[in-house]
């Protein structure tokens, strides 16, 4: 009985360790891309907003765009240079990101966010390539946020799976009252 308890006890280690290990949090350490959906109104723009402002805060490398200040028809990472007027390249804007997250060893993270407010057959076009580039920057990560069901528009079943992907459940059929609390 003493060894059939330690069994089940050290089985019970084991299932919270992989229980841990298949989580999407554990899995995007091990990734430099993740793909955040969620369906309108649960909060994905206001959580991407606290993970910048929180690493901003602790001097960790982040940029936040949001997906529909980003021009039609221009490739992201172009459209993100234009906007923010850090690099010239996009090559240059990547690099200067991975020698931040050199600097402070850690990740340096580019947010985009709502990209399904923006060009999507751009961002469709663009995703093979994006995923590509990113692999030459592992200290640099690349976090999307897409409205749910968009991301079918975007994502092909490839692109899809070089994203660790998590659902951000938000306020789960609270979603008015959250944001009349919010607007309050």
């Not at 649960?42 to 901003?56: F, I, N, P, Q, Y």
């Not at 960790?60 to 010239?88: F, K, M, R, S």
């Not at 093979?128 to 994502?155: H, K, M, T």
């Amino acid at each position: 009985q003493s060894d059939t308890h330690r069994v089940r006890r050290f089985m019970t280690l084991v299932r919270s360790v992989l229980a841990f290990t298949d989580a999407a949090s554990c899995q995007a350490m091990a990734s430099n891309r993740l793909l955040m959906l969620g369906r309108w109104g649960t909060g994905k723009t206001h959580s991407l907003c606290d993970v910048a402002e929180r690493r901003m805060s602790s001097r960790l490398p982040t940029l936040l765009c949001l997906g529909q200040q980003l021009p039609v028809g221009v490739e992201p990472l172009e459209g993100i240079c234009h906007i923010t007027g850090l690099a010239t390249t996009p090559e240059r804007l990547l690099r200067g990101l991975q020698r931040m997250g050199e600097q402070r060893n850690c990740r340096a993270l580019l947010i985009v966010d709502a990209i399904n407010e923006g060009d999507r057959t751009t961002w469709k076009r663009a995703l093979p390539a994006l995923c590509r580039q990113f692999n030459q920057y592992p200290n640099v990560g690349l976090v999307l946020s897409c409205r749910e069901p968009f991301n079918n528009q975007i994502f092909g079943r490839r692109a899809a799976q070089q994203f660790v992907t998590m659902y951000h459940q938000g306020f789960a059929e609270r979603e008015f009252d959250a944001q009349l609390s919010f607007f309050d």
